[in-house]
C-alpha cells in the first residue's frame, strides 16, 4: 500500500476551481466531474478528477493524493455520479486498483503517460447512464 499523502497542496486547490468549470465537457474528455455527497454533512460536491484510461463500463482515475481524500472516501461511502464528455453516469464499485490492470485497459498516449508515471494509487469506478426522472411523475 501506497503511503498515505497529507492532500493536494494549496496550488492544486486553486487550479481545481479552474479546472471545475471545464470539467466534464465534451471539448476536454481528460476532465470529469465526480459528484458525490458528504458522509457526515450530507452536504453535496463536485469535484473535478482526471480520467486517465476508460472500459465500455468503467474509467480510470489517478490518485496523486492518496486513497484517503475527502471525495475518495465519500463515494466509497455512498456511490455518486460523474460527468464526462457532456454526459452524466451513475458510478458503483469503487475499487483500488493497480497500475498493470490500467496498463492492460489503456493504450496510446495515455498507456505510455501511465507507464512513465511514478503514481500507484488508481481508482476504477464502474459507471452506467444516470436514470433520468420521469417527466410525467
Known amino acids: 500500500m501506497a503511503a498515505e499523502k497529507s492532500g493536494p497542496p494549496a496550488f492544486a486547490r486553486r487550479a481545481n476551481t479552474i479546472a471545475a468549470k471545464v470539467a466534464g465537457r465534451r471539448i476536454l474528455p481528460v476532465w470529469a466531474l465526480v459528484g458525490h455527497r458528504g458522509r457526515k454533512s450530507g452536504k453535496s460536491y463536485q469535484t473535478p ?15 496523486p ?7 475518495v472516501r465519500n463515494l466509497l461511502a455512498g456511490g455518486g455520479t460523474l460527468t464526462w464528455k457532456g454526459r452524466e453516469f ?16 489503456t493504450s496510446g498516449l495515455r498507456r505510455q503517460v501511465v507507464r512513465r508515471w511514478s503514481m500507484d494509487d488508481f481508482l476504477r469506478l464502474t459507471v452506467r447512464p444516470a436514470e433520468r426522472p420521469d417527466p410525467s411523475v
Do not use: C
Open 49 to 63: 478528477i482526471a480520467i486517465i484510461g476508460s472500459t465500455r463500463d468503467a474509467v480510470y482515475i489517478g490518485l
Open 65 to 71: 493524493w492518496g486513497r484517503r481524500t475527502d471525495w
Open 90 to 105: 451513475a458510478v458503483a464499485e469503487p475499487a483500488f486498483v493497480g497500475k498493470d490492470e490500467i496498463l492492460a485497459e
